[in-house]
């Protein structure tokens, strides 16, 4: 639970007395709490790990560039800071329902908006981020296949060896990786994405307004976002209909599918070990034996 002073001290960042806290389920990273006030409910996210400040600056920073673009809701950044060895990130509590097939068909048309927002002509970020409890490098490149594969395949792959997920037989060379994207990847325009859009974040409000949540931003490839919804599902037909209405299916899609979550299974392979094995083997064996 809250220490005292840290409760105290998120009291005087509301410039109001908390009157209850309660432990929310589903942090796996950092602990999570819904905060009481007299007249409100806030959320609030506590951390005392090494890298505890820095995760939080990269999300309160991506929250804060998707509700920049003005096309899809975010929770509003309350306070980020560290107080006795605790670090935190305050915000806006929503309240949430199930959502309905007309809530994912905003969903839908509101994502696509958000990556047509301009965003300039490279791919990468202004700072490193994390993915999950990851690093996750993001230095700028003016060509998508060399980012791709330089900042998010290279470095979970060295990772997965690092942790003797994977045997060094088993990994492409960074030559065999760019020849086996690179055929798959068209030209394409750099989009603002949210990272990591898994089901677990998004939310929708009892309004049906939807929310993103927990972002890995960074400037890519649109169908980078779409393939992680596929990956573990929880989206809807409609949601995907709304969407396609701006961005129609293209050639490659399937295959390029594939490519991208090849990225989030590294990603959990070197999070949760070796359950991921096979399938990130058959995405390495089908493109780049």
Known sequence: MLSSGLKSHLGQILESTIQKVEVVSGGDISKAYCIYTPTQRFFCKVNNSAFAMEMFIAEKDGIEII????????????????????????????????????????????????????????????????????????????????????????????????KKLLHFNEVPTEKSLLEGCKGFFPEIIPALLHGDLWSGNYLISNEGIPYLIDPAVYYGHAEVDLAMTRLFGGFGTSFYNAYAEHFPITKGVGERTDLYQLYYLLVHLNLFGRSYYPSVMRLLRRYFD
């Not at 935190?88 to 809530?103: A, G, S, Y």
């Not at 990468?124 to 993001?138: D, H, V």
Request: with cysteine; charged share 15%.
């Open 67 to 162: 509700g920049h673009s003005k096309t899809i809701s975010v929770p509003q950044i309350l306070g980020c800071g560290e107080f006795e060895g605790n670090c935190f990130l305050l915000m806006e509590f929503i309240e949430t329902k199930k959502p309905t097939q007309k809530d994912m068909e905003t969903f839908g048309h509101q994502l696509a908006q958000m990556h047509s927002f301009p965003v300039g002509d490279s791919f990468g970020w202004k700072q490193n981020n994390f993915i999950g409890s990851l690093p996750q490098s993001n230095t700028y490149h003016t060509e998508w296949t060399y980012f791709y594969v330089h900042e998010r395949l290279v470095p979970q792959l060295q990772m997965g060896l690092d």
